[in-house]
């Protein structure tokens, strides 16, 4: 079988997501340099790190981390972009994968029942086919014995572009279009809410808005990348 593969690889070698190099035999979906420019934010052992500064006076979060640093026309933006918007949901296990494990070893997460991503509106879930948090939050799920929870947490109506628009007028914009359809699931839970990738934090607010009108919740926020 392995003699197989190895001549599958030699005329269809797996090659690098971000740089085009052809991977080595250990490595996956981005080679090691691409994994190594990529600049690691550590925030997972760090208390009051900046993810959970952004919540600080806006919402109780038990706690927050991020994978790495989002830098525009960077590895990182490269690699977001295969998984959003050209179909690569092996990123998603790539980075569920790394984050997982941080988080299982981490000592300052206590242990999370439900993974519950940030929703993409039916339309546009329709139109790309997937949500790029699935195979994110699934990979994560496995190691960290959690369940993962789709479906519950819904989008109402998408959102105008939001780019131009204040902080202010954009949370406002947000705020309403997030609700859950069953409240009685989180009582008593800890939720790690994810998503790819926080800047303002207004939509990771929403959402965790919703969850904590459920009683007793905690909730934890994870990212794949966090931008300054
Ligand atoms: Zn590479």
């Given at each position: 079988m392995q003699f197989f593969k190895d001549i599958y690889h030699l005329f269809f070698p797996k090659i690098c997501l971000c740089c085009k190099e052809q991977l080595l035999k250990?490595?996956?979906?981005?080679?090691l340099k691409c994994r190594f420019e990529l600049?690691?934010?550590?925030?997972?052992?760090?208390?009051?790190?900046k993810v959970e500064q952004t919540f600080f006076g806006r919402i109780p979060i038990e706690f927050g981390t991020a994978l790495f640093f989002y830098k525009t026309k960077g590895i990182s933006q490269q690699l977001i972009y295969q998984l959003k918007y050209y179909g690569h949901q092996e990123v998603g296990v790539l980075l569920g994968d790394w984050l997982g494990y941080e988080l299982k070893n981490s000592r300052r997460l206590i242990a999370v029942d439900y993974i519950v991503p940030v929703p993409l509106h039916d339309k546009r879930l329709k139109k790309r086919?997937?949500?790029?948090l699935t195979t994110f939050g699934l990979s994560l799920s496995k190691i960290i014995g959690a369940t993962y929870i789709k479906g519950?947490?819904?989008?109402?109506t998408v959102t105008e572009t939001q780019t131009l628009k204040q902080r202010f007028d954009r949370w406002k914009n947000v705020q309403e279009i997030f609700h859950l359809t069953d409240l009685m699931l989180f009582e008593n839970k800890h939720v790690l809410l994810i998503d790819d990738v926080i800047t303002t934090g207004a939509t990771l607010e929403a959402c965790a808005l919703q969850l904590l009108k459920a009683k007793n919740v905690k909730v934890s926020i994870a990212t794949m990348a966090y931008t300054e």
């Open positions: 250990n490595e996956k979906t981005i080679c600049s690691t934010t550590n925030f997972t052992e760090e208390r009051s790190n086919g997937y949500n790029q519950v947490l819904i989008r109402k």
